[in-house]
């Protein structure tokens, strides 16, 4: 079996794009050529790879292998390169890294930071739900992850670099907000605006609500911290947010933190990465970076 190093490559940028056009436009090829490169590995391994059912791109199991063992290549040889570039001070390298939707008030400016140490380092920032980023982290896509709740069913490696308190907010509007201490008794009767099942804010608040015995009687469930905002904002329920997603204040475009018994809840933010992956230098600095450069981002 002969397959280059820039067709694993070519194959890896098909599996992940989900098109040959695509995957040609990451490899700076043509489409023709792509295609040709495709057919020859498919030739070297002899069995199908991947398949077109109607317009929609899927691969066969073989396949799935093929691309696991072309991204572990794929990082292998870019731990190296970063190697070289560490010894050379971090010249240039590509670091990616996958954050669940709510870290997206800090990590900007912590990513930010490390590139003006960095100027020729790419970072990839994908931000997503929490679902999203534990699919990534299950198919180790990227050098780090930065979530609340890092899923227990996996053996991690798992650094908490900072505090992510949970509190519960009504509109500025609303009695509750002028309130000096609320009971949870006093919502019995309040309907709750929560983000989706299997966000960090929302396992959090279901596992205190569950500890009380209080059952909220849930109106919405949204997939950003923003409609829940907008929507406490416009009356129709209180939230339940990260005091990041209020930029730590108290009160924010309508919205007020709820002085509510047991909350602030506690929550962490996590750097995690599957126990067995060596990273690579530049995602070892990174790593560092976020420790030592989380306490300036610390919610007073």
């Keep these: 079996m002969h397959i280059t190093f820039r067709q694993l490559r070519l194959f890896l940028a098909l599996a992940d794009s989900g098109s040959v056009s695509a995957a040609a436009k990451a490899m700076h090829v043509t489409q023709p050529t792509a295609s040709m490169q495709l057919k020859e590995v498919t030739q070297s391994v002899g069995a199908p790879l991947f398949e077109f059912v109607g317009k929609k791109f899927y691969l066969t199991d073989l396949g799935k292998e093929l691309a696991v063992t072309a991204r572990t290549v794929a990082q292998t040889w870019d731990a190296f390169e ?10 240039r390298g590509k670091l990616k890294v996958a954050v669940v939707s709510t870290a997206k008030y800090f990590m900007p400016r912590l990513v930010g930071s490390f590139c003006k140490q960095y100027p020729q380092i790419d970072v990839s920032l994908e931000i997503l739900n929490r679902d999203g980023v534990v699919q990534r982290l299950r198919e180790n896509l990227d050098d780090l992850y930065i979530m609340s709740m890092p899923p227990v069913d996996m053996d991690l490696s798992d650094e908490v ?8 907010i009504a509109a500025t509007s609303d009695a509750l907000s002028k ?5 949870l008794d006093a919502l019995a009767q309040r309907r709750f605006i929560f983000r989706e099942k299997g966000s960090g804010t929302r396992m959090a608040a279901d596992q205190y609500f569950r500890k009380m015995r209080f059952k ?3 109106r919405l469930e949204l997939g950003s911290n923003e409609a829940v905002k907008e929507s406490v904002a416009g009356g129709l329920g209180i939230g339940v947010v990260s005091r990041h997603a209020l930029h730590g204040l ?5 919205v007020s933190v709820i002085e509510l018994d047991g909350f602030p809840l506690p929550s962490a933010w996590h750097i995690v990465h599957p126990a067995s ?3 690579s230098p530049l995602a070892v600095a990174f790593k560092q970076h976020l420790l030592k450069q ?3 981002y610390e919610l007073k």
């Design 82 to 91: 970063q190697n070289v570039d560490a010894v050379k001070g971090f010249s």
């Design 161 to 168: 670099f900072m505090a992510n308190p949970i509190v519960v």
């Design 179 to 183: 309130a000096k201490r609320v009971t």
């Design 216 to 218: 909220p009687d849930v």
């Design 250 to 254: 108290k009160k924010e475009h309508g």
């Design 277 to 279: 992956k060596k990273l």
């Design 294 to 296: 989380a306490p300036r």
